[in-house]
């Protein structure tokens, strides 16, 4: 089955400077590879997602990098801000009917420092 | 947007004891429900899918007869811990597919003492 590494584990960054958030996935069916932010016992909120027939996606201060060949992805936050700091998770999935499972990466925590 | 609920928010029980925890979809039908386990500073980890009406597909090392899953309808899945202990203390965590994406409810956060 899938198998999600994400590095680094933790990650303080000051405020204004960039943050970079790498993962590797194992199957190379997958094919959607979301990235979700959850603060301290809430749940997880999808904040950008890529699917394999796109290198690259934008959204404001987040964009994420998808290299199929090595099978991995990235996420990147600029000009971060204090409430950027939370666990950062990003997910890979076989996308294409409503069974298809969503496996996690372990997580990374991100501390802005004002 | 698509919403989901949880219900309860927290939930304390003795060992022993079974917890019913329910996921709902208020403004949307899903097709598929799934059920994650999250321990402290952990990632979110799949026990199980749930499809209406059929029953539920588990992942590797979850016991499906001390997690029971229903789903009832479109709208509605259940959870149930049976007979829980102390090592069954979570954060539980449903989300509900649809053709649009995935939504996650608030969590279940169960305590066994």
């Given amino acids: 089955g899938e198998n999600v590494e994400q590095h680094p584990s933790t990650l303080s960054v000051q405020e204004g400077d960039s943050a970079v958030i790498k993962c590797t996935y194992s199957d190379s069916a997958s094919n959607y590879f979301p990235w979700y932010k959850q603060e301290l016992g809430k749940r997880p909120q999808l904040i950008i997602d890529i699917r394999s027939n796109v290198g690259e996606k934008k959204d404001q201060r987040i964009a994420v990098t998808l290299n199929k060949t090595a099978k991995h992805f990235s996420l990147h936050i600029t000009e971060t801000q204090p409430e950027d700091s939370a666990v950062y998770f990003c997910a890979a999935s076989v996308a294409g009917t409503s069974y298809d499972k969503v496996i996690f990466g372990p997580g990374t925590s991100l501390s802005v420092i004002p | ?113």
Avoid at chain 2, 89 to 105: P, T
Wanted: with cysteine; proline share 4%; aromatic share 10%.
């Fill in chain 2, 1 to 113: 947007g698509a919403v989901v609920s949880q219900h309860p928010s927290r939930v304390i029980c003795k060992s022993g004891t079974s917890v019913k925890i329910e996921c709902r979809s208020l403004d949307f039908q899903a097709t598929t429900m799934f059920w994650y386990r999250q321990f402290p500073k952990q990632s979110l980890m799949l026990m199980a899918t749930s499809n209406e009406g059929s029953k539920a597909t588990y992942e590797q090392g979850v016991e499906k007869d001390k997690f029971l899953i229903n789903h009832a309808s479109l709208t509605l899945s259940t959870l149930t811990v049976t007979s829980a202990h102390p090592e069954d203390s979570s954060f539980y965590i449903c989300s509900a597919r649809d053709r649009q994406g995935e939504y996650f409810g608030p969590g279940t956060r169960l305590t066994v003492t």
